[in-house]
């Protein structure tokens, strides 16, 4: 994941629209353009860590390994392109998702 940083800005406003802006000053122009900072998804205090593990590793091993990627754009479309392989196999979810509270339901 890549992230914008408050200490970011400056530079990119020099760079892209030649403006030298201190960082509070630039705190202040993000602020008034409403621009303001995005906090990560908590964690469910439920969640199993063992179960988003096997999910990434099978993700990894199965689509995204061995690959060299020339782009940020290629990444993503390799990742969007894992995603959409992922959840559109059912059974994978299924054995991937599957908890011992929650019976898994019927063939579709």
């Known amino acids: 994941m890549v992230a914008f940083r408050g ?12 403006i030298a802006c201190s960082l509070s000053s630039t705190y202040r122009l993000l602020h008034r353009i409403k621009l303001s900072w995005l906090a990560p998804r908590p964690r469910h205090p439920e969640a199993d860590a063992t179960a ?3 999910f990434w590793q099978h993700l990894d091993c199965h689509w995204l390994a061995n690959s060299v ?4 754009a290629d ?15 059912h ?5 991937l998702c599957a908890v011992a509270w929650a019976p898994a339901a019927p063939d579709l």
């Open 69 to 72: 990627f020339s782009s940020l």
């Open 7 to 18: 200490v970011d800005a400056p530079r990119i406003l020099k760079e892209e629209f030649e």
């Open 91 to 95: 059974h994978l979810i299924r054995s």
């Open 52 to 54: 988003q593990a096997e």
């Open 75 to 89: 990444i993503m479309d390799a990742g969007e392109m894992a995603w959409n392989r992922f959840a559109t196999n």
